[in-house]
């Protein structure tokens, strides 16, 4: 009897439960094979991973599960679970870096004739402080994947024939580099180098049982030795007894345990002395799985430990923004540390937080759950003005419609239908029932082109299609998949469509669609009764931001990474730098339209979804990558462009992938032009970036770009002046992804009606570009190299003159 109640008890509990989350599965069937034929094949497979099913392509550790002749090998480079940075070594060891000292580039690089005291990149090499290997394991052995998750992964190495095997749980944040020993002899190795007296690893000393400290000797990218501390632990995660003791061998290049290990070993670095206290009380408590629960605006983190024998309180680094989301309560679940803050490679110092789950409450949520289609706007004045550009945008489409929306590629394509549909939400207000009827008419057979792979002569230029692909679980293009026709099809596959067949950029090209798609939801609700279109739309959703496990043709949360707070743009292609970023705001429209396409179909936990998504990008977005005066995250000197440009986890590049003209390198942050948009690019962040650096720009009205500056700047702290000046542009010259309806109806909506109060900075000045050998760059000055130390790579102007061994 006490049984069934309980059952009972735990379904109505478990209903409760399902009720309140945002993160609900989408949808549990096999995506729909009219529109995504199922194949495989995939030009890049999956390497070194025993996961089976849908695989994460987007996240930290893809470097290390891809291998191929033309994409490269990913396995020699970092991943970056930040504030480490690890590598695997020759013997498939674990090896560790958290250098604080980053190398930074002037602009005088490729960047010409620009502000020479700003920075245009900078970025950390990495320094092998120590590396987590055993005796038994060497080069012949293999590594793989045998879990991943949405925070990370394990990573197992072994021996069958000595039946010994390491296994490393790598989590985003992870206060400390772990490894689980079966039947292994632990040996910690350093890329120090011993060098006069000073020996690679020297001052090991025992600090109690279980617990060491050492140092690290020379290293040509860095300037300080580190100190690191040392656990062993049993496998109850005691530390060990006294009968086991670590030493110096290999010319002091390792340290060795005394014998095989059924247990763990971790290792940290000690920042300042006054840490190790921390560190030791909290060593026994290891971070091997992650939950996340988003309820409404509240996002937790529960965090499964280890278990064992008295395990204390999980310690774990948290971003700035982590911090200032955690709730405070003094019956609260989490506590700052009493820990120096450790510097990441990017995104700034990352802090100590003590507790087993983190909750954070999300600052914008109010506002994102009630964002809406259009801005807000007072038509008073403007309508019939208004109302005529939308009437001759609307006339301009009824020829053009497919040049305007189908451009073969998902990316310019997709850029199309949302510009259209803005048209059309201008149409439903502005202009008669039957113009609106007449606009969306157009969408609609534009979506049909989509929804039927055998294209019809309407269709030609529609985007070659996607196909459910078997071996990653996704919705690749069609255009690079496996194009044997080609004459490199990995190289296809990574560049055509920006990437898309391989995993690139999915966030920016189907985000245009799924705001699309709800805005044709909205004004032809017929088309939610349309089974082909909803699979379509949620296709696309689930490819990117597939919510739940329970949907087991998709990895969870493709793009967003639920630790850093945004999302990461690169799919399959290694990059020894790690994950990037590039276009923020084409991120933001994704998590609007996954709102807005929740909302127009029904389902409040899709609706909520988006809107908690869009909540913590803004946030992050503000934190990282708008910088406003005194942004502390970044070099001054690098924070001053005020547009982070291409942010990769390990470096920073003022610049953009297609250019690095200041128009793009801004203007990218800028589009497409939504509610959404409107939360993350405040009025005061807007006229600094503008009496900065954009007021100095040509802004002719022949291009293109200057549309985007007006609109997704301008105008958002000087909409008169904006206004005017759209006002003087062609519809030709707009952005193709902007309708000059569009961008005047934008301006007008700005909320700081009247004149700006701005005056223009002075114009970019440009410092001396080469430094003579013998001297490096220091802002705009060149001066001397410190003794023992040269700089003879001309035009180099690293902050740091290389080290001379
Ligand atoms: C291998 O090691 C495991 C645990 O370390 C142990 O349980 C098992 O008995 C060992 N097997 C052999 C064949 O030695
Ligand atoms: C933090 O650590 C420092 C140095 O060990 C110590 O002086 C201080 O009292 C500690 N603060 C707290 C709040 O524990
Ligand atoms: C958000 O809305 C809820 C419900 O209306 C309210 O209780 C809460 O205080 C609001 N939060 C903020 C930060 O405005
Ligand atoms: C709308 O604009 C008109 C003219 O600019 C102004 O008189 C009116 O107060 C505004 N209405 C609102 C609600 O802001
Ligand atoms: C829209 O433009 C067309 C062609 O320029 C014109 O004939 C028509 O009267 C306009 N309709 C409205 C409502 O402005
Ligand atoms: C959708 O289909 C249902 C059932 O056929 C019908 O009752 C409903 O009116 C349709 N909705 C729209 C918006 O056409
Ligand atoms: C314009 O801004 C400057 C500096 O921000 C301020 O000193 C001045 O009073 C402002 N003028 C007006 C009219 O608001
Ligand atoms: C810099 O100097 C070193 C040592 O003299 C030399 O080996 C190296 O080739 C030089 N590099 C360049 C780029 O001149
Ligand atoms: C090696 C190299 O790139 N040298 C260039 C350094 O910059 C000067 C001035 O711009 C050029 O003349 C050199 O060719």
Sequence with gaps: ????????????????????????????????????????????????????????????????????????????????????????????????????????????????????????????????EFALGAVELGGQHDFQLVSEGIFGIHVEVKNDQANASMV??????????????????????????????????????????????VSTGHHPLSRRPAEIRIYVLDANLRFVDDTFELALSCDAYCLVLNKPLEGWVRAAHVVAPEDAEVLDAHARAILVGWDLEVEDGSVRYKFQLAEG?????????????????????????????????SQAPTKGTMRGVLGNEWHLEVPFFNQTDALDFLPKANL??????????????????????????????????????????????LAEQLLSPQQSEACSDLLGQAFQCLLTREKKQDCVGAPKGLVYDMDWGGLPSALGYNAQWHSNPVLHCMLADF?????????YHFGYFVVAGAILAKLRPEWVNNTDFVDYVDGLVRDTSNPSSEDEYFPRFRSFDWFDLHSWSRGLAPNPAGKDEESISEELNLHYGIHLWGRQTGRASLQKMGAAMLALAITTVQEFFLMSQGNPHHPQDYARNRAAGLLLQNEARYSTYFGNRFEYIHGIQMLPLTPALMLARTP????????????????????????????????????????????????????????KAWALYWANAQANGGKGNWSCGKPPFHGPRVCPTGQYRSGVQCVACPAGTYNNLTNQTSHEAAWMP
Aim: proline fraction near 5%; glycine fraction near 6%; hydrophobic fraction near 35%.
């Design 380 to 425: 008073t004045d403007r309508r019939e003005l208004l109302a005529a550009e939308a009437n001759q945008s609307l006339q301009w489409l009824q020829k053009n419609w497919r040049a305007a929306m189908f451009k073969s590629d998902y990316y310019f394509s997709g850029k199309g239908f949302q510009k259209v549909a803005s048209v059309c939400l």
């Design 1 to 128: 009897m006490g049984g069934v109640l309980d059952y009972t008890l735990a379904v109505f509990l478990a209903i409760l439960h399902a009720s309140a989350s945002s993160l609900e599965a989408i949808s549990r069937n096999s995506p729909n094979s009219r529109l995504f034929p199922h194949v495989s094949g995939h030009v890049l497979q999956p390497k070194h991973t025993a996961v089976k099913g849908p695989k994460a392509t987007n996240k930290f550790w893809t470097n290390w599960i891809i291998s191929d002749a033309v994409a490269g090998n990913g396995a020699v480079h970092a991943i970056y679970p930040m504030p480490y940075v690890l590598k695997l070594g020759s013997s498939r060891e674990l090896k560790a870096s958290h250098n604080p000292e980053p190398t930074m580039w002037y602009q005088d690089g490729r960047l010409k004739d620009r502000d020479g005291s700003r920075l245009e990149l900078y970025r950390t090499p990495f320094v092998g």
């Design 309 to 341: 024998h008295d395990v204390p309180e999980l310690l774990h680094w948290a971003y700035a923004h982590h911090e200032k989301m955690l709730q405070q309560k003094p019956s609260g679940q989490t506590r700052m540390a009493n820990l120096t803050a």
């Design 499 to 507: 990437g898309n067949s391989c995993y690139n950029d999915h966030h």
């Design 684 to 739: 005061e962040f807007n006229k600094l970036e503008w009496s900065e650096i954009l007021c100095n720009l040509p802004l002719s009205t022949a291009d293109r770009w200057t549309s985007i500056l007006l609109t997704g700047n301008l105008a958002m702290f000087d909409p008169e002046t904006a206004f005017e000046r759209l006002q003087k542009m062609s519809p030709q010259k707009m952005d193709d992804g902007l309708t």
């Design 168 to 213: 490393y749980p790598i989590y985003s944040g992870m206060a400390y580099v772990s490894a689980r020993y079966s039947g292994a002899t632990p040996k910690v190795t350093t890329e120090r180098r011993s060098f006069g007296d000073v020996t690679a690893f020297n001052k090991l000393q025992k600090v109690k049982p279980g617990v060491w400290r």
